[in-house]
């Protein structure tokens, strides 16, 4: 009995041993704990890297400001360059308006011009025609009037004539405003009526020339510039 017992027991003794692993350890184990140096080590290269780490963000924020500085230089270059061309454009259209407008004045004054010739011309083809018939008006009949007489027509494009009349021979100038005519003595010193010539000059004033029959002088009169000679 006690030979299967010692048997037992070596057997669970050798099973114990077996799970427990072996006694001795290969060697010394390693430490668990960093030293202070270690420690301060590893703080120093961390703050190294995040130095290092906020100079290129640095560096990177300066490149991003500098580079939305420059769009926006350009973004304000181009709408000056836009504002210009618009003033530009607007100075044009207010030319090419004003020209328009003083087109279109010309224009109308030109019809009315077109006008006036067709009217004239109609007028000048019927003075032209034989068959178009006189109207016979009365001028000046005070007295024995209208020897020496001399037609001519102002810049109104009315007629006036002068002529001699009155008892003694006298110059006399009649003119015609569209509607009715108005007579005034020009010259009445004696028989100043002879061979009267009317004419208009640069200035729109009539002028006229005629005989002092009894001086035997060559005068000339004219509106609002000088008296004939007596």
Do not use: C
């Not at 044009?92 to 279109?104: F, M, R």
């Not at 178009?132 to 009949?141: C, G, R, T, Y």
């Not at 009539?206 to 060559?218: E, M, N, P, R």
């Amino acid at each position: 009995m006690k030979a299967p017992i010692l048997l037992a027991l070596t057997l669970l003794q050798a099973t114990a041993a077996f799970g427990q692993g072996l006694l001795t350890p290969p060697g010394a184990p390693e430490p668990t704990q960093r030293s202070l140096q270690e420690i301060w080590d590893r703080l120093n290269l961390t703050k190294l890297q995040v130095t290092k780490q906020n100079e290129e963000i640095y560096d990177l924020n300066k490149a991003i400001s500098a580079e939305i500085t420059g769009i926006q230089g350009r973004l304000d270059d181009a709408a000056a360059e836009h504002k210009a061309q618009n003033t530009e454009l607007q100075t044009q259209v207010t030319t090419l308006l004003t020209q328009g407008t003083t087109l279109q004045t010309q224009v109308t004054t030109l019809q009315t011009q077109l006008s006036q010739v067709r009217s004239e011309n109609q007028l000048l083809f019927a003075a032209a025609s034989p068959s178009l018939p006189f109207i016979v008006s009365s001028v000046d009949s005070a007295g024995y009037v209208g020897t020496y007489t001399s037609l001519a027509f102002g810049p109104d494009g009315q007629p006036a004539i002068s002529y001699s009349g009155g008892t003694n021979v006298d110059l006399k100038f009649a003119r015609f405003n569209g509607s009715i005519w108005t007579t005034s003595f020009v010259d009445s010193a004696g028989a100043v009526g002879n061979q009267t010539s009317l004419a208009f000059g640069p200035d729109g004033r009539a002028a006229i020339s005629y005989f002092d029959q009894d001086k035997g002088d060559l005068k000339i009169a004219r509106q609002g510039v000088f008296k004939p000679s007596r």
